[in-house]
């Protein structure tokens, strides 16, 4: 799975230019239109990368495309470009996560139980599961953000969650050396 917004946007611009390269690009513009709403805009290939549905129909799209090239090295090029696209949402049970990774899914974990509607904020309409949690992800990377989660978190503190909910917040702290929300902070 691709965690990082940096390496999401190269992605991006890869295959942006791949289409544009292989003169797709209007064609897989007309393709999503006709599978959106009228009246609604065409959508940016970030967009289109961070939403689970567009970025289905733009997997489905290549792979049809790549199957019909005859120049062998674009052909090779699509597989690979859509193979990493493929991987932004792949969680095999052997991948090692780094700590914030692990942290990221246990705060969604989190957030659905304590506060679905903060959970929901990091949604988009027909998200993969994974697509809330590379947003939570982000947000673990900003500073400022990181706080704001780490005591929205810790108000709930004082539940039967208490335990866990100061061990993701540790975690997710762990590596910084800054001063990090306590418990007391949240309590007022």
């Not at 120049?71 to 991948?95: A, F, P, V, W």
């Not at 990221?104 to 139980?113: D, G, I, K, M, Y």
């Not at 599961?129 to 500073?143: E, K, N, T």
Request: charge should be negative.
């Amino acid at each position: 799975m691709i965690y990082e917004q940096i390496k999401i946007e190269k992605l991006a611009e890869d295959i942006k230019d791949f289409l544009r390269v292989n003169n797709l690009a209007k064609e897989f513009v007309e393709r999503l239109s006709r599978s959106q709403q009228a009246g609604k805009w065409i959508p940016e290939m970030i967009e289109v990368m961070d939403n689970g549905c567009l970025r289905n129909e733009l997997i489905c799209f290549l792979t049809y495309q790549i199957s019909i090239m005859e120049c062998k090295e674009q052909k090779e090029k699509g597989r690979t470009l859509r193979d990493e696209l493929d991987y932004m949402d792949t969680m095999s049970k052997n991948q090692k996560c780094s700590e914030m990774e692990k942290a990221a899914w246990e705060v969604a974990e989190l957030l659905q139980e304590l506060d679905y509607f903060k959970y929901a904020s990091y949604m988009r309409c027909m998200d993969q599961a994974g697509d809330p949690v590379r947003r939570i992800y982000s947000d673990l990377m900003d500073l400022e953000k990181k706080q704001e989660l780490s005591q929205f978190l810790l108000r709930f503190h004082e539940t039967e969650m208490g335990e866990r909910i100061q061990k993701v917040v540790d975690s997710i702290w762990e590596e910084e050396k800054l001063t990090r929300p306590q418990t007391a902070t949240a309590r007022r």
